[in-house]
């Protein structure tokens, strides 16, 4: 099966050519139906939409691209930014199959060369005018088109050879700045670093860079959830009013559950926006948040479904404050970094120098700028800090050895959950299963300058970690890369 890294819950993109929809282990999302024979839609106009965009997003002349862009689609939403960044975006989708159409729609298997993973890309066309777009989904998948075979396992040197050249031919071709690590059971097989940090200084990256890894900080706010609850000081199925006394918004304080905020189940809502980007300066601390988004309800009725959350791990890291009586950073920094050796590890300010920490550059590869004007004042407890990948292979290796929790802890954090209302189970955001390969902890996160995941499997004791100071996904065809190939264990 193939695996995709771009997972970051129930997040999505919208760049200009439509929604990109990256769920709770997009991965592992299943397609029904069956694909459709090529004779019986080689005329579908869906399909020959579909591909139409493919070639046109190839094109690198920006006038032409624009004219055969509004030409294929005239509604196409977004500015003219946001479309040349999705043209970046679907540049490498080969065209590989048909699966389910319909009159004005069809599904198109894509095959992403960069990501080493397929996609779905649902193509509707107007009813009016049949040769016009009328909108593109695009979904990462764990499935293969038919008669496709999954990637063969390699033995352990085979792999460290082939992710080596990986990531050179990514760095090479402009598309990774970063470090790359591969270990087993606490032995690192494999870490090296490509790119810079620092592109005006020409200050090349190394595996002790400090990479800022956007939400995979949510981690370490759920760790310190559960060793709360572990002493007695939190119950998950509380409403956060019995610690976040005062809360302004009764609806959240009363039916919100820790639970519902482990789970992106409580409609709690994102951070970021234009009240984000208006107070961003005076966003200092978990407090500070919730004083500014506190009067909010919620987006739906707790427990109804899944919408990724930044805001409700922010609630949870205020939770940790008033439990244990200390800063956020300083409770983590004495509970979690401290007991894994996470020495370089941290919430501290953009304002503090660190000699050892990269400077984060957004936009497409041959454009970049620094990404600054768009980073919070610091780390929080739904991410933002900064590691390397050594630290999170520490890290990994402390949760599964009990020194951060119990076992009996960390497996009520890896297979914790609440029914949603529909009865469908949702599972506290803290890994998954990935076919073939089996059950993983760990998390990924992804904001302007910054790219990263952490992937720990339990059975085989992989661990595999990949930072970038670039956009997401800088580095995810380079970790599925490696996830596709990893030895039969």
Do not use: C
């Not at 299943?30 to 019986?40: C, D, I, K, L, N």
């Not at 590989?96 to 729609?105: E, L, R």
């Amino acid at each position: 099966m193939a695996f995709s890294l771009v997972r970051l819950s129930l997040r999505h993109i919208a760049l200009g050519l439509g929604l990109i929809v990256l769920g709770p282990n997009a991965a592992l999302l299943a397609q029904s139906g069956e694909p459709s024979s090529t004779s019986a839609t080689r005329d579908n106009p869906a399909v020959l939409a579909g591909k139409a965009w493919l070639a046109a997003n190839k094109m690198t002349d920006d006038a032409r691209f624009l004219a055969a862009l509004h030409d294929l689609w005239p509604t196409a939403p977004g500015t003219k930014e946001q479309v040349f960044a999705s043209r970046e975006l679907f540049r490498s989708l080969e065209f590989k199959a048909v699966g389910k159409t319909g009159p004005d729609s069809a599904e198109l298997w894509l095959f992403d060369p960069d990501q080493d993973g397929y996609v779905i890309a649902t193509v509707k066309v107007r009813a009016d005018d049949p040769e016009k777009v009328a909108g593109i989904r695009v979904i990462p998948t764990a499935d293969l088109p038919p008669g496709v075979a999954a990637q063969a396992p390699l033995t352990e040197p085979a792999l460290i050879a082939a992710v080596r050249d990986r990531a050179q031919v990514a760095a090479t071709a402009g598309r990774f700045d970063g470090a790359v690590l591969i270990a087993r059971k606490g032995h690192v097989l494999f870490q090296h670093a490509y790119g810079l940090a620092d592109r005006a200084a020409r200050k090349p990256d190394t595996v002790d860079t400090q990479f800022r890894f956007g939400s995979m900080g949510k981690m370490f706010t759920a760790v310190a959830i559960m060793q709360l609850i572990e002493a007695g000081k939190v119950d998950p199925s509380a409403p956060i009013g019995r610690y976040l006394p005062g809360y302004a918004n009764r609806e959240i304080a009363t039916k919100v559950t820790v639970a519902n905020l482990l789970t992106h189940t409580g409609g709690t809502g994102d951070i970021f926006g234009p009240d984000f980007m208006s107070h961003r300066a005076e966003l200092r601390d978990p407090a500070d948040y919730v004083a500014l988004y506190q009067n909010r309800g919620p987006l739906f009725e707790p427990g109804r479904r899944i919408a990724y959350s930044n805001y409700g791990f922010m609630l949870l890291g205020r939770i940790v404050e008033t439990v244990s009586g200390r800063r956020y950073d300083d409770y983590v920094a004495q509970h979690i970094w401290g007991p894994a050796g996470m020495h370089s590890t941290g919430n501290q300010p953009e304002t503090v120098v660190l000699p050892r920490r990269a400077v984060a550059y957004t936009g497409p590869t041959g454009k970049l700028d620094r990404a600054d004007d768009t980073l919070p004042y610091r780390g929080t407890p739904a991410g933002g800090g900064y590691s390397t990948v050594g630290d999170f292979a520490r890290f990994a290796d402390a949760l599964v050895n009990g020194k951060l929790m119990k076992p009996a802890t960390l497996d009520a954090l890896i297979h914790g959950g609440i029914k949603l209302t529909d009865g469908t189970f949702a599972a506290y955001d803290f890994g998954g299963t990935i076919p073939g390969k089996g059950r993983f902890i760990g998390h990924n996160g992804g904001a302007p300058g910054m790219s990263g995941q952490l992937v720990h499997f339990l059975g085989s004791g992989y661990t595999l970690v990949v930072l970038a100071n670039r956009d997401p996904p800088a580095g995810a065809g380079i970790l599925s890369f490696a996830v596709h190939r990893l030895p039969a264990r």
